[in-house]
T-cell receptor, first 111, second 114 residues
Framework: QQQVKQSPQSLIVQKGGISIINCAYENTAFDYFPWYQQFPGKGPALLIAIRPDVSEKKEGRFTISFNKSAKQFSLHIMDSQPGDSATYFCAANGSARQLTFGSGTQLTVLP | NAGVTQTPKFQVLKTGQSMTLQCAQDMNHNSMYWYRQDPGMGLRLIYYSASEGTTDKGEVPNGYNVSRLNKREFSLRLESAAPSQTSVYFC?????????????FGEGSRLTVL
């Protein structure tokens, strides 16, 4: 049962463009929403995270937008670079203190 | 600065064979996890250990067993491998009391079951 739905499955963006990845959840008990970045042959690594009492969090070129009423959150990558090409996972933490991951988005940034 | 180390990195098994994936972390973390990653499925939790001496089932525990050997080491065992267990397995750890979303992952173990 997919409790966190992520889209799109793949995304191709030109260098300098904006990459947007969306996630939706159903469980209102989720209280922490991290994004992980994974390069080929490597394990995922925490990129940025947000709590539901905040509508937006920005770290450099990466921004999370959070809409609690719609139960949706998204990752925006501004001025996308070829080095950003990776797989991105959204996730949500619930009352069991376990992370539920989305299905992943493979981002390709063309030079 | 090793972090989370997994062995082996690659393994090919025949159906019915058994094997153990090893994981060790050197960050003095209390909690450890085993995930599997399959295309289009994201990362799914198999088992976790909140602290030394405890283990609990995750979302997809069937066909697996785990052992928390000590604070550093957490192993995953497949007693009778099946083709459905072909996957990339990731071990992760986190510090107790730290926000639970901050997991540190190893580089993965790619398992193929023929």
């Amino acid at each position: 049962q997919q409790q966190v739905k992520q889209s799109p499955q793949s995304l191709i963006v030109q260098k300098g463009g904006i990459s947007i990845i969306n996630c939706a959840y159903e469980n209102t008990a989720f209280d922490y929403f991290p994004w992980y970045q994974q390069f080929p042959g490597k394990g995922p690594a925490l990129l940025i995270a947000i709590r539901p009492d905040v509508s937006e969090k920005k770290e450099g070129r990466f921004t999370i937008s959070f809409n609690k009423s719609a139960k949706q959150f998204s990752l925006h990558i501004m001025d996308s670079q070829p080095g950003d090409s990776a797989t991105y996972f959204c996730a949500a933490n619930g009352s069991a203190r376990q992370l539920t991951f989305g299905s992943g988005t493979q981002l390709t940034v063309l030079p | 600065n090793a972090g989370v180390t997994q062995t082996p990195k690659f393994q090919v098994l025949k159906t019915g064979q058994s094997m153990t994936l090893q994981c060790a972390q050197d960050m003095n973390h209390n909690s450890m996890y085993w995930y599997r990653q399959d295309p289009g499925m994201g990362l799914r939790l198999i088992y976790y250990s909140a602290s030394e001496g405890t283990t609990d089932k995750g979302e997809v525990p069937n066909g697996y067993n785990v052992s928390r050997l000590n604070k550093r080491e957490f192993s995953l065992r497949l007693e009778s491998a099946a083709p459905s267990q072909t996957s990339v397995y990731f071990c992760a750890s986190s510090k107790r009391g730290q926000v639970p979303g901050e997991l540190f992952f190893g580089e993965g173990s790619r398992l193929t079951v023929l």
